[in-house]
């Protein structure tokens, strides 16, 4: 057995492998020697060995868990190695071993941070896992509405300058923990890498530890891996489904990624499903109604079904649209595959449970269906409505019974329930008629093979049928069957998944799987973060040489700093000292090129402090080309920096680096070798600075495009939806593209816009002269196309100063939602007392009546402001003919489609009073009609350009009946709703 004793032959493969044999024998007896090979091999020169001795532990783990405590000291030896090879299987050994015991991490949580980037993949995934963990138990929550989360360092290292909105000034209750900062930053690299569990767990890191304005930056790699195989894509789905039910904003933008195609599978297709039915709002909500007409025709019937649900789930919780889908779901009563019918009707079903007074000419057309359906569930659920509202359809409900009592013996078991459930609600409100009905389907029901009908038969008997022994149960009959019920809510298969941690297995079959560890709750007071500090870190480079390799560390703060923070000298590392103490650190007068102070790093530190003044003059020079031209490569390449260093942690500079910082030239690294070791250290310096300034002038453009080609996330498909960006037209050129085939309103060309009907003269209230110190601001909208940008609506803002000075630099601020898209007015530099201007502002409202919040400023003072418009205010009017009319309103039947009765005054029923109510309520254009009790009007939305054509028939018995059709059907919705209110009132 000595024989597998590691430690013997020269070669670390051999000891390793001999280890390995060793540790794959599954006899108790031989543990003793094991264990000691593990000590042995954890001691190891090699890091081979050492990586294999972690492996070994797991093994030997299992065997025997009596060796619990021996094994933790050799996981806490192991801890403290600083090979990126033994990172992730040391930290596995310590999950399955002892994954209670954080109190082993925080000396090395610094370490592993800054060593994750260079670990193995599968590495990574583990150890990621465990910081996740580690963060909840270690810092406080940055789940604060009024925080700040030391983003500074985070927006110029990875961003543009200018992204940076908080102003400085602000109240801050909340400090992000520079350690819990530190592995923030050093994952979100990894988002980048090409091993699909590298990134979920980055994704899942980040939705679990970082503050909620940060999460969205695992959106676009999530995205990503939807073009992988589709078990990927199913895992990926799973978590964004979880994802998209609390952050919906984050996924809005890329909805066009989660159509279904024809090649999915009908996992991947329900999840999709899913998803878009979570993302569903009151702006997007026409295209993804769209999108479900052709679901419904799939030929996949359990996705068909599936569909059918996810329209039902969107008019719950979208009351704009609940009439309009209701109305689509009974055209899906005449489909003829049964299974889209039997879903539709237990679809309708719920939805009619939350206004059911409006809807009972729906019941009576689903009887009349009633012997065409077959699905036992949608029978059953038609006998539920007859039941519940039979006092609506007093003449229908008897004849069902009567049809039901024909045919009860035949029935499924469901449809027998309901069918004695009908039966004892039509003895209590309609007796004369059922009763005899009513005993014949209960003397069935009582003899029936199901003992669960034959309880329900005998209860139901001696519930609804007084006698001498349950007189006093009889009384209560009517509040027991035919109580009100609460509408049902429909909400998704994911919304309680969020328990478990996104990306395990218990999260994908949703319960707690074996071994799955739980997130704990953020402390309430940090625990001490002086647990973390290494004891030792002091002088940094002293232990450089034993990794065996060039060392990685960076230099102290030079010019370059203002690229990884906004200002320059604010952001340090835990613990670090100041850069402009020369005393504190000789890296100060190094050169600002990486290269070269990983490599002069040690053989210059004892000539640097003497030649400290000289140098620094001969340099200053010589590096300002050279550091330009680094500082335009590093902002475009930022692979190259994934890991800031912090001082505070010794080992963050020698292996936090990301390996391609040290892919330089050869030739540069040769000759920065040799000059550093020189004996005339300003002669190395210039020599190299010479050569380093002219290979920086030579290739830098060549540079820059290779790592465009490889960055990853770099793909044109991924153009978000303009729900954030500026944009002239409210969807994206390539997803109009792929809509143009789904678009029910194809404008003719001979539609034009055309001036305003009327303009009303009604002003809004935008800023009163007591909140504005003074400054008074009304708004009305003038109803022209605007100047500015054509999908914007034209505001015109009066301005008036009520004080007894003048109001200096009147401008725009800050404006909500960012994506908000406004044309602002020119700052007026001076207001007078008592004057009043009017200024014009444009505003893309993206055909939504969402209000656009701005600030309005003066010189001194910022005051928060709202413009709400009116759903009418967002169209602009057309001209078209009665013909064109009549082709548009064919296309846009259906869902695009919404009516409603309204009862007017008998001398309102003529042209003029029609006219004049709906041109104030709408900015629309009243198109000929010939017939004299038709009147047509036309528009389309300002942001869009979709078309909204609007019918009012004059009926007799002083009725008119409104008809509004388009594509955008809440907003067809909300026009129907105050069309109604202003005729009804003319």
């Given at each position: 057995m000595l024989h597998f004793l590691p430690v013997w032959d020269p070669n670390q493969l051999i000891r390793a492998s001999a280890l390995r044999v060793l540790s794959s024998i599954r006899v108790p007896i031989i543990v003793p020697i094991m264990m000691l090979a593990i000590k042995e091999a954890a001691s190891d020169m090699s890091p081979y060995v050492r990586k294999t001795s972690a492996h070994a532990i797991q093994k030997l783990y299992s065997l025997d868990q009596d060796q619990k405590e021996l094994l933790i000291e050799v996981i806490e030896k192991l801890l403290k190695d600083k090979s990126t090879l033994v990172a992730g299987s040391v930290v596995m050994a310590f999950e399955e071993v002892c994954p209670d015991r954080i109190d082993l991490i925080h000396k090395n949580y610094r370490k592993l941070c800054n060593l994750l980037v260079d670990v193995e993949e599968w590495g990574q995934v583990v150890i990621i896992s465990m910081l996740t963990r580690y963060a909840r138990t270690q810092f406080t929550s940055p789940w604060k509405e009024d925080g700040v989360f030391d983003e500074h360092s985070e927006r110029a290292f990875y961003e543009s300058d200018e992204e940076k909105t908080r102003d400085e000034t602000e109240a801050k209750p909340y400090m992000m923990d520079p350690d819990h900062r530190l592995l923030l930053r050093n994952t979100k690299p990894l988002l980048q890498s090409r091993n699909t569990a590298v990134v979920m767990s980055v994704a899942q890191l980040y939705w679990h530890l970082a503050p909620k304005n940060e999460v969205s930056i695992v959106t676009k790699s999530l995205i990503r891996l939807l073009r992988s195989h589709r078990e990927v894509q199913y895992i990926v789905l799973q978590n964004?489904?979880?994802?998209?039910?609390?952050?919906?904003?984050?996924?809005?933008?890329?909805?066009?990624?989660?159509?279904?195609?024809?090649?999915?599978?009908?996992?991947?297709?329900?999840?999709?499903?899913?998803?878009?039915?979570?993302?569903?709002?009151?702006?997007?909500?026409?295209?993804?109604?769209?999108?479900?007409?052709?679901?419904?025709?799939?030929?996949?019937?359990?996705?068909?079904?599936?569909?059918?649900?996810?329209?039902?789930?969107?008019?719950?919780?979208?009351?704009?649209?609940?009439?309009?889908?209701?109305?689509?779901?009974?055209?899906?009563?005449?489909?003829?595959?049964?299974?889209?019918?039997?879903?539709?009707?237990?679809?309708?079903?719920?939805?009619?449970?939350?206004?059911?007074?409006?809807?009972?000419?729906?019941?009576?057309?689903?009887?009349?269906?009633?012997?065409?359906?077959?699905v036992p569930m949608a029978r059953a659920s038609i006998l539920w409505l007859m039941g519940e509202y039979c006092e609506r359809v007093p003449k229908i409900a008897p004849d069902v019974l009567r049809k039901m009592a024909k045919s009860f013996t035949s029935e499924e078991d469901i449809v027998k329930l309901q069918t004695v459930n009908l039966a004892a609600k039509l003895y209590l409100t309609n007796s004369k008629q059922t009763k005899l009905l009513t005993q014949y389907i209960l003397n069935l029901g009582k003899y029936d093979q199901n003992y669960d009908i034959r309880d329900r038969t005998r209860f139901i008997r001696q519930l609804i049928v007084p006698n001498d022994k349950n007189g006093a149960l009889s009384k209560y009959a009517h509040r027991i069957l035919l109580a009100p019920k609460p509408a049902p809510v429909l909400k998704s298969a994911y919304k309680d998944r969020d328990r478990y941690q996104l990306g395990t297995l218990s999260h994908t079959i949703n319960t707690k799987a074996s071994g799955y560890l739980e997130l704990s709750d953020w402390p309430a007071v940090a625990p001490d973060q002086s647990v973390r500090n290494v004891e030792v870190i002091e002088p940094v480079k002293e232990w450089a040489p034993s990794l065996g390799k060039t060392g990685k560390s960076k230099p102290a703060k030079s010019s370059d700093d203002k690229f990884y923070s906004d200002s320059g000298e604010e952001e340090k590392g835990p613990g670090s000292s100041s850069s402009e103490d020369g005393s504190s650190s000789s890296s100060s007068e190094e050169s600002s090129s990486d290269a070269e102070s990983r490599v002069e790093k040690n053989s210059s530190q004892s000539s640097e402090e003497s030649d400290k003044s000289s140098s620094q003059s001969e340099k200053s020079s010589s590096e300002s080309d050279s550091d330009s031209e680094k500082k335009k490569r590093k902002t475009k390449t930022p692979l190259q920096k994934t890991v800031k260093p912090t001082a505070k942690d010794g080992d963050s500079d020698e292996n936090g680096n990301v390996a391609k910082e040290a892919n330089s030239s050869s030739a540069e690294e040769s000759s920065s070798d040799s000059e550093s070791d020189s004996d005339t250290h300003t002669d190395s310096d210039s020599g190299t600075e010479h050569k380093k300034k002219t290979k920086s002038k030579a290739k830098p453009k060549v540079e820059v495009k290779s790592m465009k080609e490889v960055c990853l996330l770099d793909l044109g498909d991924f153009t978000p939806a303009p729900v954030t960006q500026h944009k002239s037209s409210v969807l994206s050129p390539s997803l109009l593209g792929d809509l143009e085939g789904l678009s029910l309103s194809n404008v003719s060309s001979t539609i034009q816009v055309r001036g305003p009907a009327f303009v009303p003269e009604k002003s809004h209230g935008l800023l009163h002269r007591m909140t504005g110190k003074g400054l008074s601001a009304q708004y009305q909208f003038p109803r022209q196309p605007c100047l500015y940008q054509p999908t914007m609506v034209s505001v015109q803002i009066s301005l008036t100063n009520t004080t007894d000075h003048p109001l200096e630099q009147i401008h725009i601020g800050d404006r909500s939602p960012t994506g908000l898209n406004i044309h602002c007015f020119n700052t007026i530099e001076s207001l007078e007392p008592e004057a009043s201007v009017t200024v014009f502002m444009g505003i893309d409202f993206n055909d939504s009546t969402q209000a656009a919040n701005f600030q309005l400023c003066t010189k001194e003072d910022h005051f928060s402001v709202s413009i709400q418009p009116a759903i009418g205010e967002l169209f602009l009017p057309i001209t078209m003919t009665e013909l064109d009319f009549r082709k548009e309103q064919g296309k846009l039947l259906g869902m695009n489609e919404s009516s409603a009765t309204i009862t007017m005054a008998a001398e309102n029923m003529t042209s003029q009073p029609i006219s004049r109510p709906v041109a104030t309520v709408a900015n629309l254009g009243v198109v000929p009609s010939g017939q004299d009790n038709v009147h047509r009007f036309a528009g389309k939305t300002a942001s869009s350009g979709a078309v909204v054509l609007v019918t009012v028939e004059l009926r007799e018995s002083s009725t008119a009946l409104i008809t509004i059709n388009t594509e955008k059907s809440v907003m067809g919705s909300m026009l129907l709703r105050d069309l109604k209110l202003a005729l009804a009132q003319a």
């Open positions: 964004i489904a979880t994802m998209s039910i609390q952050r919906k904003g984050m996924f809005e933008p890329y909805m066009k990624s989660f159509y279904v195609r024809s090649t999915d599978a009908t996992h991947i297709k329900s999840l999709k499903l899913e998803i878009l039915t979570s993302l569903a709002n009151e702006a997007n909500i026409s295209t993804i109604l769209r999108e479900f007409q052709t679901y419904v025709k799939s030929q996949d019937k359990q996705f068909a079904a599936g569909t059918i649900q996810a329209i039902g789930r969107c008019a719950t919780n979208i009351s704009e649209v609940t009439d309009t889908c209701l109305n689509g779901l009974v055209l899906l009563l005449s489909n003829r595959d049964e299974t889209v019918v039997a879903e539709s009707v237990v679809v309708i079903r719920k939805l009619l449970q939350t206004q059911p007074t409006q809807h009972s000419d729906i019941i009576k057309h689903m009887a009349k269906l009633f012997d065409n359906i077959t």
